[in-house]
């Protein structure tokens, strides 16, 4: 009975270690595909930062300060649907929900599947759009302008508001930002507009409907670069580990290999020392 | 006598004139930004002028403009540069903010060197959105026919 646990090992151990190697050559290649494309996103990043810095300046010089009232917040958490990148999904859903904590008239428009997946369970009565279909091509001006026109055509109303996004500082790290948004009446009532010359409401609101845009898209696009680096990093370190199991497995299946053998050389010498003696 | 009178008359207002270009030209200098999504054209460069064409009409931006926010109509952006060179760019909307400190952001949803333009194109998406417009049957698709059609007429404009 020994002999034969010591087949069906090896060979539960052969399996596991075939598996283990396809999981390291995926992991290997969804690094290599994530690396592309994360040049790719560094690129359009790098084109895109000047633009989206410029959307925020005139909010910063114009001294623009949250509105006064109860009408609740509006948080715009940026992400996408794909998962396999590290904590770029679970940090973003962990400020949410500590902000929903704090403040519960807190309306979120949820960008990708995956922070709906963190919302869904406890406040999902919160969850006021979702926007999917997220992350698989690299997003351009239009699909925020899309996400904005919505949010705008839902007529929610909030006096404050934020965009929630990772930020990309290396290869290595991101940071979870927020990016202050304003309602038009905040605008309007912003402490040094009125040194800002010939200026009507049809103005104020054409400014901040395309300001939504330029900032979501601006977010969208640090977001995509964050993920596809955190990703990079995952799958880099998805593949070490599977390395280290063959590894580990390898020795573990020659060691048990050779207990095999040894045992049946035992049987057989043993078997034969007996025969001799019974002789 | 009447004659040189008025050609004096006419030569001090000149000079006034004069005067006040110097003043406007030792004023400091304006920082422009000027980016697309896709692109960066200016980037906290200084540069002498502006032209761009808004909503609430066309204007000049120099050093020391009073601050404003405007949004865009599609149309010529010109940009004098410090060296004297003068850039032109169709944009097609966006906004434009000048800020107290004589900053100013001009965001434009894209935005081509005019020199890139090809008129013969820009002629035939005309034709074709006047011929969307007539046939446009919702409120929308009329509007959105219009928007089309501003935007060829523009282009085909800043070709000519």
Redesign the interface.
């Known amino acids: 009975s020994q002999q034969v646990r010591g087949m069906a090992t090896l060979k539960m151990i052969s399996i596991r270690l075939k598996s283990v190697k396809n999981i390291q050559k995926i992991t290997q290649s969804m690094k290599m595909v994530s690396a592309a494309k994360y040049t790719k996103a560094e690129r359009?990043l790098k084109?895109?930062r000047?633009?989206g810095?410029?959307?925020q300046?005139?909010y910063k010089?114009?001294e623009v300060k949250d509105e006064e009232g109860e009408k609740g917040q509006l948080i715009i958490a940026v992400s996408s649907d794909r998962g396999l990148c590290g904590a770029v999904h679970s940090s973003i859903g962990r400020i949410v929900k500590t902000d929903i904590a704090a403040n519960l008239n807190t309306k979120v428009v949820i960008v990708g599947d995956k922070v709906r997946n963190i919302l869904q369970r406890l406040y999902a009565k919160n969850i006021a759009m979702v926007v999917t279909e997220v992350g698989r091509k690299p997003a351009?001006?239009g699909d925020a302008a899309l996400v904005a026109q919505s949010i705008i055509n839902s007529g929610i109303e909030f006096s404050k508001g934020k965009i929630l996004f990772n930020a990309f500082r290396t290869v290595v790290s991101f940071r979870t930002t927020e990016m202050p948004l304003y309602s038009q009446n905040a605008v309007a009532n912003a402490s040094?507009l009125p040194?800002?010359?010939?200026?009507d409401s049809d103005?104020?609101q054409?400014?901040t409907e395309?300001?939504l845009a330029?900032l979501l898209?601006y977010s969208m696009k640090e977001n995509a670069t964050s993920e596809q680096s955190s990703r990079m990093t995952a799958m880099d370190n998805a593949s070490k580990n599977a390395g280290e199991m063959i590894d580990k497995l390898t020795m573990t299946f020659n060691r048990t290999r050779q207990a095999v053998i040894t045992r049946e050389l035992i049987e057989i010498i043993s078997g034969a020392a007996a025969l001799e003696t019974k002789n | 006598m009447a004659l040189t009178r008025s050609a004096l008359r006419l030569f001090s207002g000149r000079f006034t004139q004069a005067c006040q270009v110097r003043g406007y030209a030792d004023a400091p200098s304006m920082s422009l930004t000027f980016a697309a999504p896709s692109q960066v054209l200016y980037n906290n460069i200084s540069v002498k002028q502006i032209d761009v064409p808004s909503f609430s009409g066309s204007f000049g931006i120099l050093p020391a403009h009073v601050p404003t926010l405007a949004v865009l109509k599609p149309g010529v952006v010109t940009v004098f540069e410090n060296d004297g060179s003068t850039k032109k760019f169709f944009v097609s909307s966006g906004t434009v903010t000048i800020n107290e400190d004589s900053t100013v952001q001009l965001l434009a949803e894209e935005a081509v060197p005019v020199d890139t333009l090809d008129i013969s194109a820009a002629k035939e998406l005309l034709a074709q959105s006047q011929s969307q417009l007539a046939s446009a049957s919702s409120e929308v698709a009329k509007a959105e026919a219009e928007i089309s059609i501003e935007v060829s007429e523009a282009l085909v404009k800043a070709c000519e």
């Open positions: 359009e084109l895109a000047p633009y810095i410029g959307a300046e005139s010089k114009a351009v001006f040094k040194v800002y010359d010939s200026l103005v104020i054409s400014y395309f300001s330029s898209f």
